[in-house]
């Protein structure tokens, strides 16, 4: 079913619109950049407001569950306030939420303020891709999505890097106080550069002719079902899954509200959430590789920090800093994926980008605590060329099929599939993580036998090179924390052979994909 795209929903008024992509792309970046930044900063803030760190993961889940919960029907907030006005109020308070964070004299106004802060950033990711999507004709849209790629794949690898530095030489309150200004920059931009067309408000009318009719029950569903799901995943790990009642409960409310807000939503006149666009084949295919971008990106950009702190003893610095020349890769690849999207069938580059992807895991799996700093920023520098492979494609074949009136809520539901990919990523990744420590610690020490003449042999080595020949304690204490060590090591191994297997797995979904030929959408193109 071809969908004709016109210029009358764009966001650009009579502007340049590639100014447009860079003034609405700093909001965004700063969001992104803040959903991994703080995640570093966690001891700090537990020493400084003297809670326990646990305690003080709150600061991170609450910032997840308003995200969650807002992204969905941001689509409809935007329609419904006004796409420039919801993007502003958005900026506005993930500001103000930003300086209320930094100032928190508390652990309770800093999880108040975490949220008032993820409700803000949650329409911003969204309303930009809308834009980006009625500003540029279909055969331009590849290279438009090129740069919200830069803004989305960037984000997450500088965050740790970001958040060591500002811990390190500062405090823990300007891993906050740092968005002020920049929120403060890009309102004033956003205001002067965005424009909200006459299309766009006769749509608007047209849709309230009746009046503002609010879906309270979805909403309600919404909040119930995602911000539930959310803290299920979350704290899931912490509280040891369903051996906690509490885990049991959310899970089982997330579960009953989800079931409800598809049945609810799928039959509502005006849904908050619209859920029909499932019907059309090649958009539920982009949301299926999404959510798996999500996994891969969000998943690894926790693993591998963790996995150089943990066994090699890096400083979240040091282990942001060997992200980073995966960054660069991204920042160099990005043009060629956005030039690759217009010219080549769009199956191609996700399968061919899904591989790359397994076997950058693969690589993964193969890594040893013995490694360098060079050989860690490699074996992220492989993974993360291939990701702007993966993003451009998805956001460039996402709308083919859809009316242009639906660009809001197409793009609320590829961020959905984004962070519940990147939320689902993280939370089996920790648990398997946790689990493999214990179990490969259990087989480790089997191995250490007293009538082991190897072991024996070690021991007094160990206590010669110690000066504590007759101590057996040194000696032991030195060989368990290699014990320790070594299974920390093998574990994030078979976490990155996992999701390796994971993401083979994925590839065929791309076939569900309908593409015209030679990969572009050309304008007015497109196929249920």
């Not at 740790?160 to 309102?187: D, K, Q, R």
């Not at 994926?337 to 591989?355: C, F, Q, S």
Request: glycine letters at 10%.
């Amino acid at each position: 079913m071809a969908v004709d795209w016109t210029p009358d929903r764009s966001a650009a008024g009579g502007m340049n619109p590639w100014a447009l992509v860079g003034v609405i792309s700093i909001p965004t970046f700063m969001e992104v950049l803040d959903t991994s930044i703080a995640n570093v900063a966690l001891d700090h803030i537990a020493g400084g407001l003297s809670v326990t760190t646990d305690q003080a993961t709150w600061v991170l889940t609450s910032y997840l569950v308003a995200n969650a919960i807002v992204i969905p029907i941001s689509g409809w907030l935007s329609d419904a306030i006004g796409r420039k006005r919801y993007f502003l109020i958005s900026i506005a308070l993930f500001t103000i939420a930003s300086f209320l964070c930094g100032i928190a004299p508390n652990l309770t106004t800093l999880v108040i303020a975490r949220v008032l802060q993820g409700i803000g950033g949650g329409g911003l990711a969204p309303v930009e891709q809308a834009m980006i999507a009625d500003t540029f004709p279909p055969e331009k849209r590849a290279m438009a999505f090129a740069a919200f790629a830069i803004v989305v794949v960037v984000g997450p690898v500088l965050g740790p890097m970001a958040g060591g530095y500002i811990v390190e030489h500062s405090t823990w309150h300007w891993v906050f106080l740092i968005n002020v200004p920049i929120g403060i920059a890009a309102f004033f931009a956003s205001a002067a550069v965005i424009d909200e067309p006459e299309r766009v408000r006769q749509d608007r009318a047209e849709r309230f002719k009746n009046g503002l009719r609010i879906d309270y029950v979805g909403v309600a569903l919404v909040v119930l079902g995602l911000g539930f799901l959310e803290i299920t995943f979350d704290r899931g790990e912490r509280e040891e899954w369903f051996a906690s009642g509490f885990i049991v409960s959310t899970a089982a409310i997330a579960a009953v509200s989800l079931v409800a807000l598809v049945i609810w939503e799928w039959h509502h006149k005006d849904p908050v959430v619209d859920l029909k666009l499932l019907k059309n084949r090649n958009f539920s295919a982009t949301l299926l590789v999404m959510g798996m971008t999500g996994l891969i990106l969000y998943g690894t950009t926790q693993l591998i920090p963790q996995m150089l702190q943990q066994v090699l003893g890096y400083s979240a610095l040091d282990a942001g800093l060997a992200l980073t020349a995966g960054g660069v890769a991204t920042l160099v690849a990005v043009p060629f994926a956005g030039r690759l999207t217009g010219k080549v069938d769009v199956r191609l580059l996700l399968g061919g980008a899904l591989i790359v992807q397994a076997l950058a895991l693969w690589n993964m799996s193969h890594l040893s605590a013995d490694i360098s700093f060079a050989d860690a920023a490699t074996a992220r520098l492989y993974q993360a060329a291939a990701l702007p492979f993966l993003f451009v494609p998805i956001n460039a074949v996402a709308y083919i099929g859809l009316k242009q009136s639906q660009t809001a809520q197409a793009s609320s539901l590829l961020n959905v599939a984004r962070n519940l990919g990147g939320t689902f990523g993280i939370s089996i990744s920790q648990t398997m993580l946790a689990g493999g420590i214990q179990r490969h610690q259990s087989e480790l020490v089997q191995t250490l036998n007293p009538l082991d003449p190897n072991y024996n042999d070690w021991l007094q080595r160990a206590g010669a090179a110690f000066g504590s020949t007759g101590d057996p304690v040194t000696p032991l204490a030195v060989l368990y924390s290699q014990v320790q060590r070594q299974a920390a090591m093998l574990s994030f191994l078979d976490v990155f052979r996992t999701l390796m297997i994971v993401v083979f797995l994925s590839v065929p979904i791309v076939l569900l994909m309908r593409a015209p030929k030679g990969g572009a959408a050309p304008a007015g193109g497109g196929m249920h």
